[in-house]
């Protein structure tokens, strides 16, 4: 008997080849789309989930409430923040985690480009980042202790035991020795802590300059808490612990008129979940919105859908030209489990075919799906269980519901009324048209939300950020040599250099560059009697000339005042925070320094457009390190000055370990995570958007069909072709409307909670909606004009004939 219905259902599935091919292909795609989309989505969630101890892990951050209800939030915390709660709260484990002051290893006389962060003891206990040779309770204990990934040591010491080998870091300008302890294995993609080495918290930059030092915040803290302890009850306790190493803090607060929170706290530390950590905008180590991933999972939970409301009217639709079938098997005895049986297993086939060709797709586009959005998703996932269940349950859902409901529809017709061939689709074809809405409505919804996807992520690299970046060139210094040497020798060797217009340099880079470096210092110091919290920028000599920062009051540094290093620059924002309209000559007492206001710029986008441009203070300190040096070039021959100014920088520094780049591309980088998720969201979208072409083109072939001899009779009676595509058409353009009516809306409250997380947005107008609704309509009349055409141009007497 199942031989019999597998036969039956392959022929009628070949005899009517046009929609099975609609069928197979638009489920085919839909479950490909799926598998990608949903292993991006799914690597996203997984950061840092592979930790032991992820349910008690948390990064700790500071919270000020300060005057005019504005609210600090970071995670940098003074040396001495760790031992004292680590004194008052022994049972925790806790780890700071920071930069050394070089990433420049050195054995054997070779020299290796490696990120080595310093850590406590407690990090290899806390984390899981297991040592492949080592004692992880013993391996951090020695400030002359290093461990390095697997990766790194076979690099170096290639198949040679490395435990018990001295390597050399160079840390500012000496070499210093450490011991190999321990190699570990190699750091998860899916890690927000990022490291080639580690080695003792002793050995952080200037670490005992500032053991005793709380005004100094400089690195990220990690603790674990004790089992049985929740988040809300540590923070509670912590109240006390800051009110007794905050004091002086929060009596400033007070006297500066802070509002407090609503437990009357002033300055708080709090936790954030450590698996958390990836998305949270509070930390250092976030990349990305959870927006992106859960969009991803919706928008291949859409694509499925649509392709199943694909697949149902398709085959309510041409179910019904098999009425005398199911008739005449009723009258031979067929009961309706069988007729169910019989059409469920057309489903099947089809789901199933669909379902291999979609595995099969994702797999093919995978590694070009990964190089083209730059993807760290990996094939493994193809021999996870979970895979395996989820790829059954898709199977299921879709061919159940999808498969199953036509069946049981058809299985249920009137016997005499089927062997007539007299039933048909009702005629408000109530159930098509409801589908037809919700699938055009998430399309829309697609639609709407990808232009404006699109509009924020051209803001941000179009916006006007207050500076040239353009023709800025960005060098990092690195390991291998002084910054201000390097940046002397630059001046010198480009001053005869037509094409250069000026040179500078800078501790911290605009944007994101090629060594992937980001980073802030901020400072705080008292000023008539409040406390002042600003941004610190290490720049030199022709800095507001080079990065054509408009300069509104006083003057810029120059060599006609010696140094100069006893001034200052500060932005609009800085001298709004000092409450002074002309701050120009005014004093500020910054710990032992005196620094005198030069000069006012205009405020620039020293950040992402994620954060408000907040106040920042430029210095020309000779004891602070250059790290980058900027290079503004004319425009007329962009990429020979790049050329020019390669070739110089690698003959004054041979070992240079990273590319040039334009600050234009610098910028671009503080958003490539976004971008690249959003083009895949962008894509998803758009493939969604074509399914859904798919189903309304094969839904338009069967009404035509249904319809032909109407169409006929319309002709002879005198309709133009002009009414007829009209009367073909208007049904479905009304319904593409009501569905972006619908969509709308929703839309709009989706990315306007969206942008929330930019404080730099496009404002959503409605023009976008209209531009959206003009979309989906001409998508919907191209999928329809064909066919309409079609049937408006065709011979009537032909229309007549049909049965």
Not at 598 to 609: C, I, Q
């Amino acid at each position: 008997m199942f031989k019999n219905y597998f036969k039956i259902a392959i022929r009628n599935l070949w005899r009517h080849k046009t929609f099975t091919i609609i069928n197979v292909m638009g489920l085919a795609i839909a479950f490909g789309t799926t598998l990608l989309l949903s292993m991006t989505a799914f690597h996203e969630l997984s950061f840092d989930r592979f930790h032991n101890n992820k349910g008690s892990l948390y990064q700790t951050y500071i919270e000020v409430h300060r005057p005019g209800g504005n609210i600090d939030k970071g995670t940098s915390f003074p040396i001495p923040f760790t031992p004292a709660l680590k004194a008052e709260f022994p049972d925790l484990h806790i780890s700071r985690y920071g930069y050394i002051d070089g990433n420049l290893l050195r054995y054997n006389n070779h020299e290796y480009h490696y990120e080595v962060r310093a850590v406590d003891p407690d990090f290899l206990r806390q984390f899981t980042f297991p040592l492949l040779q080592g004692d992880p309770a013993t391996a951090l204990k020695d400030p002359g202790g290093l461990v390095l990934t697997q990766t790194v040591a076979t690099a170096i010491f290639g198949n040679a035991p490395p435990i018990g080998q001295m390597v050399e870091i160079k840390k500012d300008t000496s070499w210093q020795s450490f011991v190999i302890t321990g190699v570990a294995k190699d750091i998860p993609t899916n890690s927000s802590l990022k490291f080639s080495g580690l080695v003792n918290f002793t050995n952080f930059h200037h670490y005992f300059a500032n053991l005793n030092e709380w005004g100094n915040q400089n690195h990220e803290v990690y603790l674990q808490l004790p089992p049985l302890t929740t988040q809300a009850a540590f923070e509670t306790k912590l109240k006390n612990f800051v009110h007794t190493h905050y004091d002086g803090d929060i009596k400033q607060l007070k006297a500066d008129g802070a509002r407090p929170d609503k437990e009357g706290e002033y300055l708080r530390v709090r936790l954030i979940p450590f698996a958390d950590v990836h998305f949270d905008p509070i930390s250092e180590s976030a990349s990305v919105n959870r927006f992106y991933p859960y969009m991803l999972l919706l928008i291949s939970g859409f694509i499925l859908f649509i392709a199943s409301v694909n697949f149902v009217n398709l085959s309510l639709g041409r179910a019904f030209s098999r009425t005398r079938e199911i008739g005449m098997r009723k009258v031979l005895g067929a009961r309706r489990p069988q007729i169910l049986l019989q059409f469920w297993g057309e489903a099947l086939i089809i789901t199933f075919l669909s379902l291999a060709l979609g595995i099969l797709l994702g797999r093919l586009f995978l590694p070009g799906y990964k190089t083209l959005f730059q993807q760290s998703v990996s094939t493994a996932i193809f021999q996870s269980p979970w895979f395996t269940i989820a790829t059954l349950a898709g199977f299921v859902l879709v061919s159940g519901l999808a498969g199953g409901y036509p069946a049981w529809i058809l299985s249920a017709l009137d016997t005499s009324l089927s062997v007539k061939g007299k039933v048909t689709v009702s005629k408000n074809h109530r159930l098509r048209n409801g589908l037809m809405i919700l699938q055009f409505v998430l399309s829309g919804l697609l639609i709407i939300c990808t232009s404006i996807v699109w509009q924020q992520l051209n803001y941000m690299r179009t916006a006007p950020l207050g500076y040239d970046k353009q023709q800025v060139l960005s060098i990092p210094v690195g390991s291998h040599i002084k910054g201000q040497m390097a940046l002397e020798s630059m001046r010198t060797r480009l001053s005869a250099q037509p094409g250069v217009i000026s040179v500078s340099g800078t501790d911290i880079n605009l944007g994101r560059g090629r060594d992937g470096s980001s980073s802030t210092s901020i400072t705080g110091f008292m000023y008539k009697g409040k406390e002042v919290q600003s941004n610190w920028l290490r720049v030199d000599y022709d800095y507001v000339q080079t990065l054509g920062l408009h300069l509104l009051k006083g003057r810029d540094f120059s060599r006609k005042y010696g140094l100069d290093s006893g001034v200052v620059l500060i932005n609009e924002k800085m001298a709004q925070v000092l409450g002074e309209k002309d701050p120009v000559g005014l004093t500020l007492n910054v710990g032992d320094s005196h620094l005198q206001v030069a000069g006012v710029v205009k405020d620039f986008h020293f950040k992402s457009l994620h954060q408000e441009i907040a106040p920042l203070t430029m210095l020309l300190m000779p004891y602070m390190p250059i790290r980058y040096i900027l290079v503004k070039v004319a425009p007329s021959d962009l990429p020979g000055s790049m050329r020019t100014v390669t070739t110089i920088w690698k003959n004054i520094n041979p070992g240079a370990e990273t590319e040039i780049s334009f600050l234009d591309e610098n910028t671009d980088q503080q958003y490539r995570k976004e971008s690249r998720l959003s083009k895949i969201f962008i894509s998803g979208a758009i493939i969604a958007i074509l399914i859904s072409c798919m189903g309304l083109f094969a839904i338009v072939v069967l009404v035509m069909r249904q319809r032909t001899r109407e169409i006929g009779i319309r002709k002879v009676l005198g309709a133009s072709v002009s009414h007829i595509l009209s009367l073909v058409t208007r049904e479905f353009l009304l319904l593409v409307l009501t569905a972006i009516v619908i969509a709308s809306p929703l839309a709009w409250w989706l990315m306007h909670r969206w942008l929330q997380d930019f404080a730099y947005r496009i404002h959503i107008g409605p023009e976008v909606f209209l531009f959206s609704a003009a979309v989906a309509l001409l998508i919907a009349l191209l999928t329809i004009g064909f066919q309409a055409l079609k049937a408006a141009w065709s011979n009537p007497v032909e229309n007549l004939k049909t049965e």
